[in-house]
Protein backbone atom coordinates (compact mmCIF):
# COMPACT_ATOMS: atom_id res chain seq x y z
CA UNK A 1 0.00 0.00 0.00
CA UNK A 2 2.53 2.36 0.74
CA UNK A 3 4.57 1.54 -2.57
CA UNK A 4 1.22 2.55 -4.60
CA UNK A 5 0.91 5.93 -3.01
CA UNK A 6 4.61 6.55 -3.57
CA UNK A 7 4.34 5.48 -6.98
CA UNK A 8 0.84 7.22 -7.14
CA UNK A 9 2.35 10.92 -5.90
CA UNK A 10 4.97 9.73 -8.37
CA UNK A 11 2.72 9.82 -11.27
CA UNK A 12 1.03 12.80 -10.67
CA UNK A 13 4.16 14.60 -10.55
CA UNK A 14 5.65 13.40 -13.67
CA UNK A 15 2.12 13.98 -15.14
CA UNK A 16 2.00 17.61 -13.96
CA UNK A 17 5.64 18.45 -15.89
CA UNK A 18 4.32 16.50 -18.86
CA UNK A 19 0.97 18.27 -19.31
CA UNK A 20 2.43 21.78 -18.72
CA UNK A 21 3.27 21.05 -22.44
CA UNK A 22 -0.17 21.19 -23.84
CA UNK A 23 0.15 19.89 -27.62
CA UNK A 24 -1.63 21.96 -30.36
CA UNK A 25 -1.03 25.50 -31.28
CA UNK A 26 -2.10 28.42 -28.65
CA UNK A 27 -4.16 30.97 -29.73
CA UNK A 28 -2.99 34.26 -30.57
CA UNK A 29 -5.28 37.27 -32.09
CA UNK A 30 -4.80 37.46 -35.84
CA UNK A 31 -3.25 40.12 -37.13
CA UNK A 32 -6.28 42.21 -39.01
CA UNK A 33 -5.37 45.74 -41.05
CA UNK A 34 -7.37 48.34 -39.06
CA UNK A 35 -7.58 51.95 -40.62
CA UNK A 36 -6.88 55.26 -38.96
CA UNK A 37 -9.58 56.89 -38.82
CA UNK A 38 -13.31 56.15 -39.79
CA UNK A 39 -14.12 57.87 -43.05
CA UNK A 40 -16.51 60.71 -42.23
CA UNK A 41 -15.78 61.00 -38.82
CA UNK A 42 -15.58 64.97 -37.14
CA UNK A 43 -13.31 63.56 -34.46
CA UNK A 44 -11.80 60.56 -32.71
CA UNK A 45 -10.89 62.41 -29.75
CA UNK A 46 -12.92 59.87 -27.20
CA UNK A 47 -16.17 58.05 -27.85
CA UNK A 48 -19.74 59.47 -27.51
CA UNK A 49 -20.36 55.21 -27.33
CA UNK A 50 -19.24 55.79 -23.75
CA UNK A 51 -22.14 56.99 -22.46
CA UNK A 52 -24.82 54.84 -20.89
CA UNK A 53 -27.93 53.42 -22.38
CA UNK A 54 -30.41 55.17 -20.66
CA UNK A 55 -27.92 58.75 -20.52
CA UNK A 56 -27.72 59.31 -24.62
CA UNK A 57 -31.00 59.98 -25.98
CA UNK A 58 -32.38 61.89 -23.31
CA UNK A 59 -36.13 60.96 -23.05
CA UNK A 60 -37.30 59.50 -19.82
CA UNK A 61 -40.07 57.67 -21.27
CA UNK A 62 -37.46 55.77 -23.93
CA UNK A 63 -35.07 55.49 -20.76
CA UNK A 64 -37.47 53.47 -19.35
CA UNK A 65 -38.54 51.32 -21.92
CA UNK A 66 -35.14 50.40 -22.36
CA UNK A 67 -34.85 49.57 -18.62
CA UNK A 68 -37.59 47.45 -18.49
CA UNK A 69 -37.03 46.11 -21.89
CA UNK A 70 -33.09 45.16 -20.53
CA UNK A 71 -34.45 43.14 -17.59
CA UNK A 72 -37.72 41.56 -18.88
CA UNK A 73 -37.18 40.70 -22.51
CA UNK A 74 -37.63 36.92 -23.67
CA UNK A 75 -34.78 36.60 -26.02
CA UNK A 76 -32.06 38.42 -23.51
CA UNK A 77 -33.01 35.99 -20.88
CA UNK A 78 -32.44 32.78 -23.20
CA UNK A 79 -28.71 34.51 -23.46
CA UNK A 80 -28.53 34.64 -20.03
CA UNK A 81 -29.37 30.95 -19.68
CA UNK A 82 -26.35 29.97 -22.59
CA UNK A 83 -24.19 31.57 -19.89
CA UNK A 84 -25.40 29.26 -17.25
CA UNK A 85 -24.79 26.40 -19.75
CA UNK A 86 -21.09 27.45 -20.85
CA UNK A 87 -20.14 27.17 -17.11
CA UNK A 88 -21.70 23.78 -16.72
CA UNK A 89 -19.78 22.80 -19.68
CA UNK A 90 -16.48 23.59 -18.39
CA UNK A 91 -17.30 22.34 -14.79
CA UNK A 92 -18.06 18.83 -16.95
CA UNK A 93 -14.68 19.45 -18.93
CA UNK A 94 -12.19 20.64 -16.60
CA UNK A 95 -13.89 17.55 -13.87
CA UNK A 96 -11.89 15.30 -16.18
CA UNK A 97 -8.71 16.77 -14.62
CA UNK A 98 -9.72 14.92 -11.06
CA UNK A 99 -10.14 11.43 -10.20
CA UNK A 100 -13.50 9.84 -10.03
CA UNK A 101 -14.53 8.28 -6.60
CA UNK A 102 -17.29 5.81 -6.84
CA UNK A 103 -18.48 3.60 -3.67
CA UNK A 104 -20.35 0.17 -4.57
CA UNK A 105 -22.04 -2.21 -2.65
CA UNK A 106 -22.92 -5.73 -4.00
CA UNK A 107 -24.29 -9.37 -3.44
CA UNK A 108 -24.65 -12.10 -5.00
CA UNK A 109 -25.85 -15.47 -4.32
CA UNK A 110 -25.09 -18.82 -6.88
CA UNK A 111 -25.73 -22.57 -6.63
CA UNK A 112 -23.39 -25.15 -8.20
CA UNK A 113 -24.42 -27.46 -11.09
CA UNK A 114 -23.85 -31.03 -10.94
CA UNK A 115 -23.35 -31.55 -14.16
CA UNK A 116 -20.52 -29.07 -14.40
CA UNK A 117 -18.79 -29.78 -10.90
CA UNK A 118 -19.10 -33.80 -10.67
CA UNK A 119 -16.52 -34.22 -8.45
CA UNK A 120 -18.01 -32.12 -5.60
CA UNK A 121 -19.61 -33.42 -3.22
CA UNK A 122 -23.32 -33.21 -2.06
CA UNK A 123 -23.28 -31.13 0.40
CA UNK A 124 -21.16 -28.52 -1.23
CA UNK A 125 -23.39 -29.05 -4.48
CA UNK A 126 -26.80 -28.51 -2.05
CA UNK A 127 -25.28 -25.49 -0.27
CA UNK A 128 -25.83 -21.57 -1.41
CA UNK A 129 -23.03 -19.56 -1.87
CA UNK A 130 -22.82 -15.49 -2.10
CA UNK A 131 -20.53 -12.85 -1.58
CA UNK A 132 -20.89 -9.67 -0.09
CA UNK A 133 -18.84 -6.86 -0.70
CA UNK A 134 -18.55 -2.58 0.17
CA UNK A 135 -15.98 -1.03 -1.58
CA UNK A 136 -14.64 2.16 -3.12
CA UNK A 137 -13.71 2.29 -6.87
CA UNK A 138 -11.10 5.20 -8.31
CA UNK A 139 -10.40 6.50 -11.85
CA UNK A 140 -8.20 9.22 -12.92
CA UNK A 141 -7.19 9.91 -16.32
CA UNK A 142 -3.63 11.33 -16.33
CA UNK A 143 -3.61 14.03 -18.70
CA UNK A 144 -0.23 13.82 -20.27
CA UNK A 145 -0.80 15.01 -23.57
CA UNK A 146 -3.09 18.06 -22.45
CA UNK A 147 -6.15 16.57 -24.76
CA UNK A 148 -8.25 17.62 -20.95
CA UNK A 149 -6.54 20.88 -20.64
CA UNK A 150 -6.52 21.69 -24.18
CA UNK A 151 -11.13 20.62 -23.91
CA UNK A 152 -10.95 23.12 -21.40
CA UNK A 153 -9.61 25.88 -22.35
CA UNK A 154 -12.09 25.45 -25.25
CA UNK A 155 -14.88 25.90 -23.25
CA UNK A 156 -13.49 28.74 -20.84
CA UNK A 157 -13.32 30.49 -24.38
CA UNK A 158 -17.28 29.27 -25.48
CA UNK A 159 -18.04 30.91 -21.86
CA UNK A 160 -16.44 34.22 -22.84
CA UNK A 161 -18.27 33.89 -26.03
CA UNK A 162 -21.48 33.16 -23.97
CA UNK A 163 -20.93 36.57 -22.28
CA UNK A 164 -20.16 38.31 -25.40
CA UNK A 165 -22.87 36.95 -26.82
CA UNK A 166 -25.52 38.67 -24.10
CA UNK A 167 -23.42 41.72 -24.59
CA UNK A 168 -24.51 41.64 -28.42
CA UNK A 169 -28.05 40.60 -27.56
CA UNK A 170 -28.48 43.74 -25.16
CA UNK A 171 -26.86 46.05 -27.41
CA UNK A 172 -29.20 44.77 -30.15
CA UNK A 173 -31.90 44.95 -27.87
CA UNK A 174 -31.46 48.90 -26.79
CA UNK A 175 -30.93 49.64 -30.51
CA UNK A 176 -34.32 47.98 -31.18
CA UNK A 177 -36.09 49.39 -28.46
CA UNK A 178 -35.26 53.01 -29.46
CA UNK A 179 -35.68 52.62 -32.94
CA UNK A 180 -39.06 51.04 -32.46
CA UNK A 181 -40.16 54.26 -30.28
CA UNK A 182 -38.62 56.73 -32.81
CA UNK A 183 -40.86 55.05 -35.58
CA UNK A 184 -43.56 54.97 -33.41
CA UNK A 185 -43.19 58.94 -32.55
CA UNK A 186 -42.77 59.57 -36.53
CA UNK A 187 -45.73 57.66 -37.48
CA UNK A 188 -47.58 59.76 -34.34
CA UNK A 189 -46.05 62.80 -35.98
CA UNK A 190 -47.25 61.88 -39.61
CA UNK A 191 -50.81 60.99 -38.23
CA UNK A 192 -51.24 64.71 -36.79
CA UNK A 193 -50.14 65.73 -40.35
CA UNK A 194 -53.23 63.67 -41.54
CA UNK A 195 -55.64 65.06 -39.14
CA UNK A 196 -54.54 68.80 -39.63
CA UNK A 197 -54.56 68.34 -43.34
CA UNK A 198 -58.11 66.29 -43.40
CA UNK A 199 -59.53 69.35 -41.47
CA UNK A 200 -58.29 71.84 -43.97
CA UNK A 201 -59.41 69.63 -46.69
CA UNK A 202 -63.04 69.55 -45.17
CA UNK A 203 -63.19 73.78 -44.92
CA UNK A 204 -62.34 73.55 -48.33
CA UNK A 205 -65.10 70.98 -49.16
CA UNK A 206 -67.21 73.09 -47.66
CA UNK A 207 -65.91 76.51 -49.03
CA UNK A 208 -66.23 75.08 -52.47
CA UNK A 209 -69.62 73.91 -52.14
CA UNK A 210 -70.94 76.83 -51.10
CA UNK A 211 -69.13 78.32 -54.12
CA UNK A 212 -70.76 75.67 -56.59
CA UNK A 213 -74.00 76.34 -54.97
CA UNK A 214 -73.25 80.24 -55.91
CA UNK A 215 -72.58 79.33 -59.01
CA UNK A 216 -68.98 80.80 -58.72
CA UNK A 217 -67.07 78.12 -59.84
CA UNK A 218 -67.48 74.45 -61.59
CA UNK A 219 -68.87 71.47 -60.39
CA UNK A 220 -65.37 70.37 -61.01
CA UNK A 221 -63.77 72.07 -58.33
CA UNK A 222 -66.35 70.88 -55.46
CA UNK A 223 -65.33 67.63 -57.35
CA UNK A 224 -61.91 68.13 -56.75
CA UNK A 225 -62.40 68.74 -53.25
CA UNK A 226 -64.13 66.24 -52.50
CA UNK A 227 -61.98 63.53 -53.90
CA UNK A 228 -58.92 65.54 -51.96
CA UNK A 229 -61.38 65.28 -48.92
CA UNK A 230 -61.60 61.32 -49.15
CA UNK A 231 -58.35 60.62 -50.13
CA UNK A 232 -56.53 61.71 -47.10
CA UNK A 233 -59.35 60.29 -45.23
CA UNK A 234 -58.46 56.67 -46.65
CA UNK A 235 -54.55 57.71 -45.82
CA UNK A 236 -55.51 58.08 -41.75
CA UNK A 237 -56.48 54.40 -41.35
CA UNK A 238 -52.76 52.59 -42.21
CA UNK A 239 -51.64 54.81 -40.80
CA UNK A 240 -53.59 54.08 -37.80
CA UNK A 241 -52.96 50.51 -38.64
CA UNK A 242 -48.86 51.36 -38.98
CA UNK A 243 -48.92 52.42 -35.51
CA UNK A 244 -51.00 49.97 -33.89
CA UNK A 245 -48.53 47.35 -35.70
CA UNK A 246 -45.37 49.68 -33.78
CA UNK A 247 -46.53 49.62 -30.42
CA UNK A 248 -47.54 46.11 -30.45
CA UNK A 249 -43.70 45.13 -31.68
CA UNK A 250 -42.92 47.28 -28.97
CA UNK A 251 -44.51 45.89 -26.50
CA UNK A 252 -42.86 42.59 -27.38
CA UNK A 253 -39.75 43.81 -26.99
CA UNK A 254 -40.41 44.65 -23.43
CA UNK A 255 -42.13 41.30 -23.21
CA UNK A 256 -45.73 42.71 -22.16
CA UNK A 257 -48.80 41.43 -23.63
CA UNK A 258 -49.41 43.31 -27.31
CA UNK A 259 -51.61 46.01 -26.98
CA UNK A 260 -50.71 47.16 -23.59
CA UNK A 261 -50.71 51.03 -24.17
CA UNK A 262 -47.44 52.70 -25.45
CA UNK A 263 -46.45 56.16 -23.66
CA UNK A 264 -45.22 58.59 -25.49
CA UNK A 265 -42.01 60.95 -24.16
CA UNK A 266 -40.61 63.36 -26.61
CA UNK A 267 -41.77 64.60 -30.09
CA UNK A 268 -39.89 64.00 -32.60
CA UNK A 269 -39.18 67.49 -33.26
CA UNK A 270 -37.24 67.43 -29.27
CA UNK A 271 -35.39 64.40 -30.43
CA UNK A 272 -31.86 66.15 -31.64
CA UNK A 273 -28.53 64.43 -33.05
CA UNK A 274 -26.10 66.73 -32.14
CA UNK A 275 -23.72 68.24 -34.16
CA UNK A 276 -20.14 66.83 -32.96
CA UNK A 277 -20.09 62.97 -32.64
CA UNK A 278 -16.25 61.96 -31.91
CA UNK A 279 -16.34 58.16 -32.64
CA UNK A 280 -12.95 57.35 -31.09
CA UNK A 281 -10.06 55.09 -32.95
CA UNK A 282 -11.39 52.33 -35.17
CA UNK A 283 -8.85 49.66 -33.09
CA UNK A 284 -10.96 50.15 -30.07
CA UNK A 285 -13.75 48.13 -32.11
CA UNK A 286 -11.93 44.81 -31.44
CA UNK A 287 -12.35 45.15 -27.65
CA UNK A 288 -16.27 47.13 -27.61
CA UNK A 289 -17.99 45.06 -30.31
CA UNK A 290 -19.33 42.12 -28.47
CA UNK A 291 -19.89 40.54 -31.84
CA UNK A 292 -16.65 40.73 -32.79
CA UNK A 293 -15.14 39.51 -29.23
CA UNK A 294 -17.75 36.38 -29.59
CA UNK A 295 -16.30 35.65 -32.83
CA UNK A 296 -12.42 36.09 -31.56
CA UNK A 297 -13.70 33.69 -28.59
CA UNK A 298 -15.10 31.04 -31.10
CA UNK A 299 -11.62 31.25 -32.82
CA UNK A 300 -9.76 30.41 -29.55
CA UNK A 301 -12.27 27.88 -28.78
CA UNK A 302 -11.50 25.73 -31.97
CA UNK A 303 -7.87 26.61 -31.42
CA UNK A 304 -7.93 24.65 -28.68
CA UNK A 305 -9.63 21.94 -30.25
CA UNK A 306 -6.96 21.14 -32.69
CA UNK A 307 -5.06 20.73 -29.56
CA UNK A 308 -7.41 18.30 -28.36
CA UNK A 309 -7.62 16.62 -31.80
CA UNK A 310 -4.09 16.20 -31.76
CA UNK A 311 -3.92 14.72 -28.16
CA UNK A 312 -6.00 11.82 -29.03
CA UNK A 313 -3.29 10.53 -31.37
CA UNK A 314 -1.10 9.84 -28.22
CA UNK A 315 -1.39 7.62 -25.91
CA UNK A 316 -3.69 7.86 -22.50
CA UNK A 317 -2.57 6.87 -19.35
CA UNK A 318 -4.94 6.16 -16.52
CA UNK A 319 -4.85 4.89 -12.90
CA UNK A 320 -8.11 2.97 -11.33
CA UNK A 321 -8.04 1.21 -8.06
CA UNK A 322 -10.57 -0.74 -5.94
CA UNK A 323 -10.04 -0.67 -2.30
CA UNK A 324 -13.14 -2.26 0.40
CA UNK A 325 -14.63 -5.14 1.98
CA UNK A 326 -15.39 -9.24 0.93
CA UNK A 327 -17.06 -11.63 2.73
CA UNK A 328 -19.35 -14.31 1.68
CA UNK A 329 -21.13 -13.82 4.92
CA UNK A 330 -22.65 -10.45 5.99
CA UNK A 331 -21.53 -10.59 9.79
CA UNK A 332 -18.01 -11.13 8.60
CA UNK A 333 -18.40 -8.15 6.11
CA UNK A 334 -16.47 -5.66 8.24
CA UNK A 335 -13.73 -7.71 9.95
CA UNK A 336 -10.28 -7.03 9.30
CA UNK A 337 -9.79 -10.31 7.23
CA UNK A 338 -12.26 -9.30 4.90
CA UNK A 339 -10.09 -5.69 3.12
CA UNK A 340 -9.28 -6.21 -0.05
CA UNK A 341 -8.03 -3.78 -2.97
CA UNK A 342 -7.00 -3.67 -6.36
CA UNK A 343 -4.87 -1.13 -8.36
CA UNK A 344 -3.48 -0.58 -11.55
CA UNK A 345 -2.24 1.47 -14.55
CA UNK A 346 -3.06 1.27 -17.63
CA UNK A 347 -1.56 2.91 -21.19
CA UNK A 348 -3.68 3.04 -24.37
CA UNK A 349 -1.96 4.00 -27.51
CA UNK A 350 -3.77 4.09 -31.01
CA UNK A 351 -2.68 1.83 -33.46
CA UNK A 352 -5.26 1.50 -36.08
CA UNK A 353 -8.14 3.74 -36.78
CA UNK A 354 -8.93 3.89 -40.73
CA UNK A 355 -7.61 7.28 -40.38
CA UNK A 356 -9.54 8.57 -38.22
CA UNK A 357 -7.83 10.42 -35.72
CA UNK A 358 -5.97 12.15 -38.21
CA UNK A 359 -9.34 12.79 -40.08
CA UNK A 360 -10.22 14.35 -36.41
CA UNK A 361 -7.11 16.69 -36.77
CA UNK A 362 -8.01 17.91 -40.72
CA UNK A 363 -11.58 18.61 -39.28
CA UNK A 364 -10.70 20.53 -36.43
CA UNK A 365 -8.03 22.60 -38.37
CA UNK A 366 -10.60 23.37 -40.86
CA UNK A 367 -12.91 24.36 -38.85
CA UNK A 368 -10.36 26.61 -36.84
CA UNK A 369 -9.58 28.59 -40.09
CA UNK A 370 -13.46 28.53 -40.66
CA UNK A 371 -13.44 30.67 -37.26
CA UNK A 372 -10.52 33.01 -38.13
CA UNK A 373 -12.30 33.69 -41.95
CA UNK A 374 -15.20 34.72 -39.34
CA UNK A 375 -13.47 37.14 -37.04
CA UNK A 376 -11.71 39.00 -39.46
CA UNK A 377 -15.27 38.96 -41.73
CA UNK A 378 -16.93 39.98 -38.14
CA UNK A 379 -13.95 43.22 -38.17
CA UNK A 380 -14.75 44.35 -41.76
CA UNK A 381 -18.72 44.08 -40.92
CA UNK A 382 -18.06 46.33 -37.83
CA UNK A 383 -15.74 48.65 -39.29
CA UNK A 384 -18.16 49.11 -42.29
CA UNK A 385 -21.22 49.56 -40.42
CA UNK A 386 -19.64 52.40 -38.39
CA UNK A 387 -18.55 54.06 -41.72
CA UNK A 388 -22.97 53.07 -42.91
CA UNK A 389 -23.91 54.98 -39.73
CA UNK A 390 -21.61 57.87 -40.19
CA UNK A 391 -22.71 58.59 -43.89
CA UNK A 392 -26.63 58.61 -43.01
CA UNK A 393 -26.17 60.66 -39.69
CA UNK A 394 -23.90 63.15 -41.81
CA UNK A 395 -25.98 63.28 -44.69
CA UNK A 396 -29.18 63.30 -42.46
CA UNK A 397 -27.87 66.97 -41.32
CA UNK A 398 -28.47 68.00 -45.40
CA UNK A 399 -31.59 66.12 -45.63
CA UNK A 400 -33.32 67.90 -43.09
CA UNK A 401 -32.18 71.07 -43.55
CA UNK A 402 -33.29 70.88 -47.25
CA UNK A 403 -36.59 69.32 -46.51
CA UNK A 404 -37.14 71.99 -43.82
CA UNK A 405 -36.39 74.74 -46.63
CA UNK A 406 -38.89 72.75 -48.67
CA UNK A 407 -41.52 72.76 -46.29
CA UNK A 408 -41.38 76.76 -45.85
CA UNK A 409 -41.13 77.19 -49.72
CA UNK A 410 -43.93 74.86 -50.31
CA UNK A 411 -46.14 76.35 -47.47
CA UNK A 412 -45.55 79.62 -48.76
CA UNK A 413 -47.17 78.56 -52.26
CA UNK A 414 -50.34 77.00 -50.65
CA UNK A 415 -50.87 80.43 -48.64
CA UNK A 416 -50.55 82.28 -52.14
CA UNK A 417 -52.22 79.85 -53.83
CA UNK A 418 -55.29 80.05 -51.21
CA UNK A 419 -55.34 83.55 -51.16
CA UNK A 420 -56.07 83.79 -55.55
CA UNK A 421 -58.56 81.17 -55.08
CA UNK A 422 -60.24 82.94 -52.55
CA UNK A 423 -60.32 86.03 -54.92
CA UNK A 424 -61.30 83.97 -57.87
CA UNK A 425 -57.83 84.24 -59.56
CA UNK A 426 -57.10 81.21 -59.96
CA UNK A 427 -58.82 77.41 -60.13
CA UNK A 428 -58.96 75.23 -57.06
CA UNK A 429 -56.66 72.75 -59.27
CA UNK A 430 -53.88 74.98 -58.14
CA UNK A 431 -54.54 75.14 -54.83
CA UNK A 432 -55.19 71.56 -54.91
CA UNK A 433 -51.38 70.83 -55.95
CA UNK A 434 -50.38 73.02 -53.53
CA UNK A 435 -52.01 71.48 -50.81
CA UNK A 436 -50.87 67.62 -52.16
CA UNK A 437 -47.31 69.42 -52.27
CA UNK A 438 -47.24 70.62 -48.66
CA UNK A 439 -48.57 67.24 -47.10
CA UNK A 440 -45.87 65.94 -49.06
CA UNK A 441 -43.00 68.07 -47.98
CA UNK A 442 -44.49 67.59 -44.25
CA UNK A 443 -43.98 63.78 -44.59
CA UNK A 444 -40.33 64.27 -46.05
CA UNK A 445 -39.25 66.42 -43.33
CA UNK A 446 -40.72 64.16 -40.53
CA UNK A 447 -39.34 61.30 -42.18
CA UNK A 448 -35.51 62.78 -42.73
CA UNK A 449 -35.42 63.96 -38.74
CA UNK A 450 -36.83 60.14 -37.89
CA UNK A 451 -34.57 58.33 -40.54
CA UNK A 452 -31.13 60.88 -38.73
CA UNK A 453 -31.80 59.82 -35.43
CA UNK A 454 -32.34 56.29 -36.30
CA UNK A 455 -28.96 56.46 -38.03
CA UNK A 456 -27.69 57.99 -34.79
CA UNK A 457 -29.33 55.02 -32.88
CA UNK A 458 -27.44 52.91 -35.03
CA UNK A 459 -23.84 54.72 -34.77
CA UNK A 460 -24.20 54.41 -31.26
CA UNK A 461 -24.69 50.53 -31.62
CA UNK A 462 -22.24 50.10 -34.43
CA UNK A 463 -19.50 51.94 -31.82
CA UNK A 464 -20.44 49.11 -29.50
CA UNK A 465 -22.49 51.77 -26.82
CA UNK A 466 -22.48 51.00 -23.63
CA UNK A 467 -19.71 48.59 -23.47
CA UNK A 468 -18.61 49.58 -20.10
CA UNK A 469 -21.87 48.80 -18.72
Known amino acids: MRKWVLYALTSVAVSGFLSSCKLGPDYRRPDVAMPSTYRGATST ?105 RGTEA ?76 RIEAAIAPTIAAIEQTENAL ?12 QRGLSIDELVVPENLPTGLPGSLLERRPDVQLAEFELAATTAEVGVAIAQQFPRVALTGDVGMQSIQTNTLFDPASFAYQFAGNLVQPVFNAGRNAARVDASEAQSKQAEMAYRTSVLNALRDVNDA ?50 DAQRAFISARASQYRAFIRLYKSLGGGWQQ
Open 45 to 149: DGSFADKAYFEIYGDSVLSGYISQALQQNYDLQATLARIEQAKAGVTIQSSQWYPTLDVATSASEAKLSKNRFPNQSAEALSALQGVFGVSAMLNWEIDVFGRIA
Open 155 to 230: QRARLSASFAGNRAAVLSLVASVAETYVTLLELDEIKEKLDSNLANRQEYLKLSKTLFDAGKTSELDYRQAEAEFH
Open 251 to 262: NVLLAQVPGTPI
Open 390 to 439: LTLVGNGYNQVRASQQGLIAVTEVLRLSELRYRYGATPYLQVLDAQRSLL
